[in-house]
């Protein structure tokens, strides 16, 4: 079964540097996302990604934040000078549609990537 | 707006005790998704549910079982004899049909103890 792929599961950065998370989507989906859960705690939305252009994001998504799909497969999340509080884990999803069609909806999560900034 | 309330922060249960998990939503659309997910210690995100909202018909899946109730607005989910492996965080969220997010809820952390 197709599934989405996040590297590293890990990442373990200095504050002030700049990371980039990356992720593979389910080969034929269109949407594309990223969610933060800080530890502990529930999980946020960040942002959401479609042809090329951010379609909706959440207040969380500041300047330092910043969506890309550089090629056909790879979505990736930078944080451009980390802070203590970006520590969380990060998940990424990919659906087919955009979920206007009732039945069609499906968001599928990868398995995350934990970002601990010291 | 929209909003996720799960009111249990923690339950614990004894092995085959059935439990549920309480879920109550905030929206003002009139069509929207929920949706249940697990997230076992290891911390991946795992499906559990989607429920549109037009069909409140309630669903059972092997231990696991779905109560809707739109008048209340609530999603609840109860699992039949709990096992450890059920042991993990459930989080319910809630997706407006022309939106793209999910809203989650805070979660509740269910330890079924042997």
């Known amino acids: 079964e197709p599934e989405v792929t996040q590297t590293p599961s890990h990442q373990v950065t200095q504050m002030g540097q700049e990371v980039i998370l990356r992720c593979v989507p389910i080969?034929?989906?269109?949407?594309f996302y990223w969610y933060r859960q800080i530890l502990g705690q529930k999980v946020e939305f960040l942002v959401s990604f479609y042809n090329n252009e951010i379609s909706e994001k959440s207040e969380i998504f500041d300047d330092q934040f910043s969506v890309e799909r550089p090629d056909g497969s790879n979505f990736t999340l930078k944080i451009r000078s980390t802070k203590l509080e970006d520590s969380a884990m990060y998940f990424c999803a990919s659906s087919t549609t955009k979920g206007q069609r009732l039945d069609s909806y499906e968001q599928y999560f990868g398995p995350g990537t934990r970002l601990t900034v010291t | 707006a929209q909003k996720v309330t799960q009111a249990q922060t923690e339950i614990s249960v004894v092995e085959k005790e059935d439990v549920t998990l309480d879920c109550v939503y905030e929206?003002?659309?009139?069509?929207?998704?929920l949706f249940w997910y697990k997230q076992p210690p290891s911390g991946e995100l795992v499906f559990l549910i989607r429920r549109n909202s037009f069909d409140e018909q309630n669903e059972i899946s092997g231990r696991y079982s779905w109560n809707f109730q739109k008048s209340t607005s609530s999603f609840n989910f109860t699992i039949t004899a709990s096992q450890v492996v059920d042991s993990a965080v459930y989080f319910c969220a809630l997706r407006p049909l022309y939106g793209q997010n999910f809203v989650f809820g805070p979660g509740t952390r269910l330890s079924v103890l042997p």
């Open positions: 929206t003002r659309d009139t069509t929207y998704y």
């Open positions: 080969s034929n989906h269109l949407y």
